[in-house]
């Protein structure tokens, strides 16, 4: 089986636009006020600025995880320091690496007043799929894992793709030897 892809990984933009504001910055202060000291401190600033926006707003574009045969790849944007860094450095991430057989439970967690896609575990689906990417409520696998901890794969980018997200719940519950659970959050 190839890799199946979810959700969007963090690339070089956010650090390239950020490094651009922050020149654009330091240049502007050094022609107006020719004094080297500040016009570093600002350009410094100002980049540090841009990598803290992008980070805030990344929370709800981003969660890139990959599926292939030896089990799930997955990068963890859910803590706003690792976002942060992985603005900054996005090539420095760490994959969270899981072997199905680490897997000991599997639930589709589907947001407030939305309804799983259709075909997902008999769910059905009623909002217009332009507004849906934009919908404030969680749509993602959480996995449990034999050593006690939580990973969460995030579906909300990859949402209208219903074949491919049974076909991957089929998979891990195949491969993992586990029934799958959905659970409709009330908050």
């Known amino acids: 089986m190839d890799s199946i892809e979810f959700g ?3 690339n070089y933009v956010p650090m390239t636009v950020s490094l651009v504001v922050g020149l654009l910055v330091g240049i502007l ?3 107006f006020t020719k004094i080297t000291l500040l016009a570093v401190l600002l350009g410094v600033t100002a980049l540090v600025i841009a990598a803290l926006l992008y980070a805030r707003s990344m929370d709800d574009f981003y969660g890139y995880w990959e599926i292939n045969d030896e089990g799930i790849k997955s990068y963890d944007y859910l803590n706003f320091s690792i976002r942060l860094q992985s603005v900054m450095f996005p ?3 760490s994959q969270l690496a899981l072997k199905f057989n680490d897997i000991k439970g599997l639930t589709v967690v ?3 007043e939305m309804n799983a896609p259709s075909n997902i575990l008999g769910g059905s689906f009623n909002a217009p799929k332009k507004i849906m990417f934009h919908l404030p409520t969680p749509y993602y696998l959480e996995l449990k894992l ?9 579906l909300s980018a990859d949402w209208d793709d219903t074949e491919t997200i049974e076909y ?3 998979l891990i519950c195949s491969e993992a030897d586990i029934p799958a659970e959905i659970i409709k959050q009330e908050n």
């Open 8 to 10: 969007r990984k963090i």
């Open 29 to 31: 202060i050094f022609v």
């Open 91 to 93: 090539f420095s991430e």
């Open 110 to 112: 589907v947001g407030k």
């Open 146 to 154: 034999n050593d006690g901890r939580q990973v969460n794969l995030d």
């Open 168 to 170: 991957v719940i089929a």
